[in-house]
């Protein structure tokens, strides 16, 4: 440690120089004036500064404060040494910027011992001073970090506007990065695809996973696929890049051209809620997935929900960080609460509008602010007006057939396999994710109720669901023999794709459907909802060999 010393009279400069050696601090340098200590202090930055009052010129008084100017930084230490004992004088040492003082003749031992403290002060200072360097530099540097990430994002995850006209959405991250996303896309058929995604916690850490979801969602968008591909997609990408405590809950969906009718995928989501002006009239639809980035490829279910909307009625999806705000009692809103909100928002208004029913949910929470990211997004039925890529060359015509047998049913991913022969087809891309429907509406129908004999009026009971896919994991493990033949033309130039499926059941009486036809709503039950689909996304479906076969034709040049 360096000190200064700042006396008039050599003896006791000496005195002091002598003294400070034997405690053990042998950098002393000397002052006779003021002028001098000034420059002394200027050039040498010593640690401690004994400072006489009286002196010649300059005194202690005018010194003081010119030093303490100078000493910009951490904790120095001005002691005075003075003869003064008038306790204005050495108020006024205090006053001037002094730390402390010695009075003349002063005891050897407490000025080393008030020096010491000083000192010990001073390299205490000297390490916060560091320490606050060091983290001045490492917040510059997260701040420039986040700056470039939040360009990254603001530049990869963006939504279209004549897309994002289709939808009200509000979002609103808990943190400067948002774990939840909203993403949608024209398809080639002239609909929309859309994902609203709730990853694991908040901030750039949820934030993250975004980026090659994004990436992957908009080409995939671009190529026309199914729902289910998308979702075989994201999972696939989710378990590589993730780690294993992380997922994303999800709603995958498409919207047709007529904006009528959506197929969504729903894993781990809160409910979504189709109002109606009366209570009966609202619909509830839960998720009945798991999230993704949690289940292997071959136990991933990407089954899809399809609902049919009338003329402006209207579709509402939200994270869990909208209904776990909590009241002034500690109770969360859960979804039987945002229901009897988006309730009383019809009652009032007739419509829902997301920003007024996010005000209308945090009016009720005892915080204004959410501890999770939310997302809010309605969709309103009508016609979607997006222009669609015009196709550059028509397709080569093509057919493609397989016959499955039993030890092929009962592979997990067989499903997925006949859809990857369907997606050779050229000159589908508008309708591909409507044939892949199609295809997968046709294929399980045969092999539940065609080869495995299953009853879909399971479902209408209490735990149908759960019943019915025991028995059909059951039977599909003790099948011995059946077939399945998958029949797929493609005719590009002629805008038509003719799908046939027959399988080596007994059939059905086919002829009590003939009722059912294209433009029909399906009734929103259990059950029953396949062959109303089939004719709402068909030009023509019909049946031949008593049932067992169906065959379905599919316009590429319509919506």
Known sequence: MKILIVDDEAINRTLLTNMLHNAGYDECIEAVDGVEAIKQFTEEKPDLVLLDVVMPGLSGFDVAPKIRQLASGPYLPILFITALEDKESLVRCLEVGGNDFATKPFDRHILVAKIRAHLQIRTLSLHVEQQNKTLRIFNQRVAREHAIVEHIF??????RPEVM?????FLKPAETFNGDLFLCESSPSGGIYFVVGDFTGHGLASAIGALPVTRAFQELSQQGVSIAEIISELNRILLKFLPSDM???AIV???NAGGNRISFWQGGMPAVIVPG????????????HMALGILDEHELNTDCDTIQLGINEQMVICSDGLIESENHDGEMLLEEGLIDIVKNQMHNYGRIDAYSLFLRIQERSASSTFHDDVSLVVFTS???NVPTAKKLEAGLPSVHEVALEAEHLKQTDILQRVLQIAGQCEGIQSIRSIMYTVLSELFNNALEHGILQLDSKLKAQGKGFHEYYEKREASLKALSHGRIKVRIESLPTEGKVLIAVEDSGKGFEWSKMKQVRKGQTAHEECYGRGLPLLHALCERVWFENGGSKVSCLLNTQES
């Open 154 to 159: 603001s530049n990869a995850i963006v939504n």
């Open 165 to 169: 006209s289709h939808f009200d959405c």
């Open 247 to 249: 997922f994303m809950a």
């Open 253 to 255: 969906g498409e919207i």
């Open 277 to 288: 002006r009366t209570d009966m009239a609202t619909r509830l639809i839960p998720a009945r």
């Open 382 to 384: 009508k016609p979607i």
